[in-house]
């Protein structure tokens, strides 16, 4: 994975998890603690519940993104700008500062008068967004969406959010979001799960991986909890994500969000890197996973090769006979004594050795079980 310099500001699996914190000069805005339009205040509230708590990033927004609104123009952004300059001026504490746009107008303007990144809601929708970020080189959170100014993230299927993060390109310094939440009235809590699930595979991108998650409606349904109650819910899910690989998280509760990311980070699996030997252990876990990094490299071998399970199965001694034989020879491993046997081998060999079964039923029927879950 590309390590991305963010005004100084390393991001990357060499690095520790980034905390993004969440500025508002919306009125709009659902969430009132980041809310505000006089600049003085604004920067109070930067140096002492963002900066102060561990924020690494001010993320900085000129409207909402709820859909219940109206989308802005590119000149109506640039006329909430002077806030939020006049805030980044008035900060005393340190950090990288991100302007939250899908314009590249906005994002040039903002990028003259100090900010040093640019969050695009839109992934690169303004195909001239690109072209800006690399031309300041600067560090730029591309986040899926379909082509469409107006329409930002409204994407269901775990694959198109996939292939959108690809979409009018990538810079050397992009950082992509797999894009969380209510964006579209079409998308449900139930297709944000399922991509949470898979946040792994967003990492075959080779950019560093982005997370919105922060009281987000598919973790508040989960433990029925009100946007003002979900914060413990927020605070497991983000240990969870960069246990799986997220590199930078955006809240609004920056205190808590830190400790959160220190345990994810903590406790994740090792990821064994050597960039002068040029080695990098891939995050694999799953076939889908294996999948899109042998789609990185054009590899046609098959996913399941690259994924092993194991199991624990209970089974008769015919069974347990007829399962030693149908093993032998296809790179499987069989152990075990009285009726507990362990089984392992790749996805694939598995699944080939499901076929080859027929008899005796409860082989079947337990090795139909592995294959099921062999995906």
């Not at 909402?64 to 700008?81: I, P, Y």
């Not at 015919?318 to 034989?325: I, P, Y």
Request: proline content about 5%; hydrophobic content about 40%; some cysteine.
């Amino acid at each position: 994975m590309r390590t991305v310099d963010a005004a100084g500001l390393e991001i990357g699996d060499d690095h520790p998890p980034r905390v993004m914190g969440v500025l508002n000069v919306s009125k709009e805005s659902p969430y009132d603690p980041s809310v505000y339009d006089d600049p003085g205040e604004a920067a109070a509230y930067v140096d002492e519940e963002l900066i102060d708590e561990g924020a690494d990033i001010v993320d900085v927004g000129l409207e909402s993104a709820n859909k219940k609104f109206d989308v802005l123009s590119a000149e109506q952004e640039l006329d909430r700008l002077e806030t939020a300059v006049q805030t980044v001026e008035s900060v005393s504490g340190e950090a990288v500062f991100s302007i939250e746009t899908r314009y590249h107008e906005v994002a040039e303007a903002a990028l003259d008068r100090g900010f040093d990144m640019v969050n695009d809601i839109c992934g690169f929708a303004d195909p001239e967004m690109p072209e800006v970020c690399a031309e300041y080189d600067v560090a730029v959170g591309k986040m899926a969406s379909p082509p469409d100014l107006e329409r930002p993230g409204a994407i269901e299927d775990v694959d198109e959010i996939y292939e959108a993060l690809f979409r009018n390109g990538l810079t050397d310094k992009t950082i992509v979001d797999p894009a969380f939440g209510g964006w579209s009235e079409d998308k449900t809590t139930a297709e944000d799960r399922e991509t949470f699930r898979r946040l792994r595979e967003f990492r075959a991108v080779g950019q560093p991986v982005l997370v919105s998650i922060n009281r987000k409606n598919f973790l508040r349904e989960l433990a029925g909890r009100s946007t003002e109650d979900a914060l413990p819910v927020s605070l497991a899910a983000t240990a969870m994500a960069v246990e799986r690989g997220a590199n930078v998280v955006r809240t609004h509760d920056v205190e808590e969000t830190v400790d959160a990311a220190l345990v994810g980070d903590t406790f994740s699996r090792e990821r064994a890197r050597d960039p002068e030997m040029g080695v990098q252990e891939l995050d694999v876990t799953a076939v889908g996973e294996a999948e899109r990094q042998f789609e990185t490299v054009d590899g046609d071998a098959a996913p399941g090769a690259a994924v092993a399970r194991s199991f624990s199965l209970a089974l008769p001694a015919d069974a347990r006979d007829r399962l030693q034989t149908a093993a032998a020879g296809h790179d499987l491993v069989v152990t075990g004594t009285g009726d507990r046997i362990v089984l392992a081998g790749t996805v694939e060999n598995l699944r080939a050795l499901a076929e080859r079964v027929d008899e005796p039923p409860a082989l079947v029927a337990a090795l139909d079980r592995v294959r099921d879950v062999c995906r």
